[in-house]
């Protein structure tokens, strides 16, 4: 059953780039932006979330290509 839900998850992969075009570049400003924030101000507050909210959107995205591009590699080496 985990099998099938991989193969139906890794159909969408062409969203999971848009997806993680989106969190690279959130990411990338966070980073930039971060340094220059106060400790105590809303906008740091909001940083630091923003910061644990995409550490998970890495997390699931790293797993969904490893997951998906392993599957294919397997194939691969039965031939």
């Given at each position: 059953?985990a099998?099938?839900?991989?193969?139906?998850?890794?159909?969408?992969?062409y969203?999971?780039?848009g997806?993680?075009?989106?969190?690279f570049?959130?990411?990338?400003?966070t980073?930039?932006?971060?340094?220059?924030l106060?400790?105590g101000?809303?906008?740091?507050?909001?940083?630091?979330?923003?910061?644990a909210i995409?550490?998970?959107?890495?997390?699931?995205?790293?797993?969904?290509?490893?997951?998906c591009?392993?599957?294919?590699?397997?194939?691969s080496y039965?031939e």
């Amino acid at each position: 059953m985990a099998e099938g839900i991989w193969d139906f998850l890794c159909g969408f992969d062409y969203a999971v780039r848009g997806i993680s075009a989106f969190v690279f570049a959130m990411a990338f400003l966070t980073a930039i932006t971060f340094p220059f924030l106060e400790p105590g101000t809303g906008a740091y507050v909001v940083s630091v979330m923003n910061i644990a909210i995409l550490s998970v959107l890495f997390v699931m995205i790293g797993t969904f290509y490893v997951k998906c591009n392993m599957g294919y590699l397997d194939e691969s080496y039965q031939e």
